[in-house]
């Protein structure tokens, strides 16, 4: 138990590292929860107009799901892995530092995605590029790219894989809702037709 909420508190701390702020503050460019949507995630960071701060936000966002995951499975094996990866997730959603109020999460759940089951991450990669590039909307992109991950877990599970088990179908079910949950937003205005494409700048 003890390794078990070790790897929870870890992971946790971890993914509460707001990568997007601290860049953009680094780099002068101000805020980014006063900026766009406020949010401190990759997409926002772009509408600083700084594509290299929003490029590595997304980068370093997935690695820190990667690396909690990662680290936790090779020090305890793959259920320490998949909690840890748990909360990576949840640290990135709810990062204490920031009065709980963080990121919505694509970049860490692709993070961990590739870091537990590569063919799979690679999977929830093309879909959201495919759907970025058919739709324009990153949001749209994420929500595809979030919910057909279980689905890829269960249909092409190979046990040969790292962490490739019913828990990792749980986990990525769970992650997939907690995304839907924070881009509740965003889907009344993917309905309403007044979510803003890439590229382009929120209203918000």
């Known amino acids: ?47 600083t107009g700084r594509k290299d701060l929003a490029a590595a936000t997304l980068l370093l966002d997935g690695a820190k ?62 879909t959201w590029a495919l759907v970025a590039a058919l739709f324009r909307f990153s949001s749209l992109a994420t929500l595809a790219a979030a919910a057909g991950t279980p689905v890829y877990v269960l249909v092409l599970m190979d046990e040969s894989w790292s962490c490739a088990s019913p828990g990792l179908a749980a986990l990525t079910a769970a992650l997939a809702a907690l995304v839907f949950i924070r881009h509740h937003a965003n889907i009344q205005r993917l309905v309403s037709g007044t979510e803003p494409q890439i590229g382009k700048k929120s209203t918000a």
Do not use: E
């Not at 709810?94 to 870091?115: D, Q, R």
């Open 65 to 126: 799901g990667a690396v909690a995951a990662l680290l936790a499975g090779w020090l305890g094996g793959a259920d320490l892995a998949l909690i840890a990866a748990g909360g990576a997730f949840l640290g990135h959603l709810y990062p204490i530092w920031l009065g709980f109020k963080g990121g919505k999460g694509m970049a860490t759940f692709l993070g961990i995605a590739l870091a537990l089951a590569w063919p799979i991450g690679l999977l929830a990669c093309a």
């Open 1 to 47: 138990m003890l390794g078990y909420a070790l790897a929870l508190v870890g992971g946790y701390l971890l993914g509460s590292i707001p990568f997007g702020l601290v860049l953009t503050k680094i780099a002068g460019a101000g805020d980014i929860r006063q900026i766009g949507s406020g949010n401190i995630g990759a997409t926002n960071v772009l509408r």
